[in-house]
């Protein structure tokens, strides 16, 4: 189980962590803004439903990619999003990620090239 406090989850209670508002998502799941318990940085927590009806698919998905995203993390530490710890968090399939402040990636691929 993923050990987090959220601090922007919409408006409930996940798990061991309270809630306020998403800061981003996209197909996959909600991306909120939380802090790590163990180790009390700031982390990205996607969190993706486990009820919904493509959701195996989708948590298979996300496992891979949190495997190689830590992975390529021990490699390439500057470049690369440190992943904590992936795993369920009562409803949801949750990855809890280093927080990396700025400008949302969706909004810098809409812009195009500078």
Not at 1 to 9: E, G, W, Y
Not at 25 to 35: E, R
Not at 39 to 67: F, H, M, N, P, Y
Not at 73 to 86: A, I, K, L, S
């Given at each position: 189980?993923?050990?987090?406090?959220?601090?922007?989850?919409?408006?409930?209670?996940?798990?061991?962590?309270?809630?306020?508002?998403?800061?981003g998502g996209g197909k996959f799941g909600t991306?909120?803004?939380?802090?790590?318990?163990p180790t009390g940085r700031a982390v990205a927590?996607?969190?993706?439903?486990?009820?919904?009806?493509?959701?195996?698919?989708?948590?298979?998905?996300?496992?891979?990619?949190?495997?190689?995203?830590?992975?390529?993390?021990?490699?390439?530490?500057?470049?690369?999003?440190?992943?904590?710890?992936?795993?369920?968090?009562?409803?949801?399939?949750?990855?809890?990620?280093?927080?990396?402040?700025?400008?949302?990636?969706?909004?810098?691929?809409?812009?195009?090239?500078?």
């Amino acid at each position: 189980m993923i050990r987090v406090r959220v601090s922007m989850f919409a408006g409930g209670v996940l798990g061991d962590s309270i809630g306020g508002l998403p800061t981003g998502g996209g197909k996959f799941g909600t991306v909120c803004h939380a802090t790590h318990t163990p180790t009390g940085r700031a982390v990205a927590l996607k969190l993706i439903r486990l009820e919904q009806a493509d959701s195996d698919e989708k948590v298979v998905a996300e496992q891979r990619g949190a495997a190689l995203q830590q992975q390529f993390g021990e490699v390439h530490r500057e470049f690369v999003p440190r992943v904590y710890e992936h795993g369920t968090m009562g409803a949801y399939y949750g990855i809890a990620m280093e927080y990396v402040p700025g400008t949302p990636l969706i909004q810098l691929i809409a812009r195009g090239p500078p």
